[in-house]
């Protein structure tokens, strides 16, 4: 299958329509479509060929989605780096991806000065002069468009490659699952160097919606846009999910009819949250997906969310999903994937890894299990796996039941080396409560072996740039 080069197409379909909305900028398709030509003529004068890599350090802002559409026009591989990245860590990835030039937002402090790879500023490409090209009006399914780096919940960062075809059936099965409508506006507050954030852009401009972005999450902005009906979904992760509700329920407020969707993604939602959201009147899906599945794979439909609490749903359209060397439903195992959005390998130092097995699968690392209707549930990360006395034990479990305590934010629990059992659960815990009442509440929901043996109140937990608990580091507080 040939794929339409993405926004030269949509500006020809659909030129009127609205398609980015910020603070400061209103564009429709072909304004979009123009500005970001425009780009490309200026990178194609500063020597960027098609096929070629170019790295894109950059707040989620108007630039960010033109600097990308831009590269893309060109049919260039964008290797989006994580501005929340230490400078090294973004040596790393810039000379492990082997970026031919690296393109930096003018509001970034740091820059990943690598001996012989050039870094401009996004001003710097604006003043430059223009270059036609012939522009490539279709892309095969197998060429890369994106690559990013896993978020490093497993150790060493992984380059993974994003083609046309990935990106394109995630958007086609995302749109059969959720539906479209006329007035469909998504509000970004997700990082555009995250797939979450990413796949936004690209269902936007496949879909012909517009895209209302923000640089950074703000739950009374979100709130106000929710309630208003200015937009009618938004991506979110559990811990932004309780902040908007938060806001909503001290405003005494409902989500406007229009507002259909409100994905919630990066791991298990805590029924507690879901309760409070439904009370709200907010439409809450539940998915499941990773960064080599170009987002979202399952997503529990709001039909099903009552009736199968705790699920990430069925597979989407063009999914399938199995679990590893097990026969019954209910039996815990890893997590098999497979489906056209699914990453065909990675790139740099891991390029001989490949991420399938030899039928096509991919292995998540997660553990989790079908049920007899074949839902999914994910149990946890099985790197985060405690195993205490033998017994197997899941943070996300403790995390949920923490969580529902009302004088605790936000909670993380990671295992604590332990003589006698192996391993013991340690929990970290942003809030203010009193450790005896701790532990007498989770005594009443949680097996013996699975209670903290310890409580320890931090300011806040370490989590990635998409606001997902990275336990990883509560190990090395440990």
């Not at 004088?407 to 192996?422: F, L, M, S």
Request: net charge negative; charged share 20%.
């Amino acid at each position: 299958m040939m794929i339409p080069n993405w926004l030269a197409q949509r500006a020809k379909l659909t030129p009127d329509a609205s398609a980015l909305v910020t603070e400061r900028v209103h564009w429709s398709y072909r304004e979009l479509y123009e500005q970001s030509l425009e780009i490309a003529q200026q990178l194609h004068h500063l020597g960027v060929q098609s096929e070629s890599r170019v790295a894109l350090l950059s707040h989620s802002n108007e630039q960010t989605v033109l600097f990308v559409h831009a590269c893309w026009l060109l049919s260039v591989e964008v290797v989006c780096l994580n501005n929340r990245l230490t400078e090294q860590e973004l040596h790393w990835q810039v000379r492990d991806s082997e970026a031919k030039l690296v393109l930096v937002d003018d509001q970034i402090q740091i820059h990943p000065n690598v001996d012989d790879i050039e870094s401009l500023s996004y001003s710097a490409v604006r003043k430059s002069e223009r270059k036609e090209f012939v522009m490539l009006e279709q892309w095969t399914e197998d060429q890369t468009l994106s690559i990013m780096y896993t978020s490093g919940t497993t150790g060493v960062p992984k380059g993974v490659r994003q083609t046309a075809g990935n990106h394109t059936s995630s958007a086609l099965a995302s749109a059969l699952n959720l539906g479209l409508t006329d007035n469909d506006s998504w509000l970004c507050m997700m990082p555009l160097f995250h797939i979450s954030g990413l796949s936004i852009v690209i269902r936007a401009v496949i879909y012909g919606m517009e895209m209302r972005l923000y640089e950074k999450f703000d739950a009374k902005e979100a709130a106000a846009h929710i309630v208003a009906g200015n937009v009618t979904a938004i991506s979110v992760v559990a811990l932004t999910l309780d902040q908007i509700v938060r806001v909503m329920e001290a405003d005494h407020n409902k989500a406007h009819p229009q507002f259909r969707t409100m994905l919630v993604g990066g791991g298990p939602v805590p029924l507690d949250y879901l309760e409070r959201a439904t009370a709200c009147g907010l439409p809450i899906l539940q998915t499941y997906g990773m960064t080599e599945t170009c987002s979202q794979t399952t997503t529990l439909g709001k039909a099903d969310a009552t009736r199968k609490v705790g699920s990430a749903g069925k597979p989407l359209f063009f999914n399938q999903v199995a679990i590893k060397d097990t026969v019954q439903p209910g039996e815990v195992g890893e997590v098999l994937i497979k489906g056209p959005h699914v990453t065909p390998g990675y790139i740099g130092s891991q390029s001989t890894r490949s991420p399938l097995t030899e039928d096509g699968w991919l292995a998540t690392g997660d553990a989790g299990y079908l049920d007899e209707e074949g839902y999914l549930f994910i149990v946890d990360r099985r790197a985060d796996l405690i195993i205490s006395g033998g017994e197997n034990v899941y943070p996300a479990e403790i995390e949920n039941v923490l969580l529902a305590h009302p004088a605790i934010r936000e909670a993380g629990v990671c295992g604590k080396e332990d003589p006698q059992w192996g391993q013991v659960p340690v929990a970290f815990l942003v809030g203010s409560a009193d450790t005896e009442e701790l532990v007498e509440f989770c005594s009443q929901r949680l097996a013996r072996y699975k209670l903290p043996k310890e409580f320890r109140f931090v300011e806040r937990l370490p989590r990635n740039a998409s606001n997902k608990l990275m336990r990883f580091e509560l190990k090395k507080w440990l």
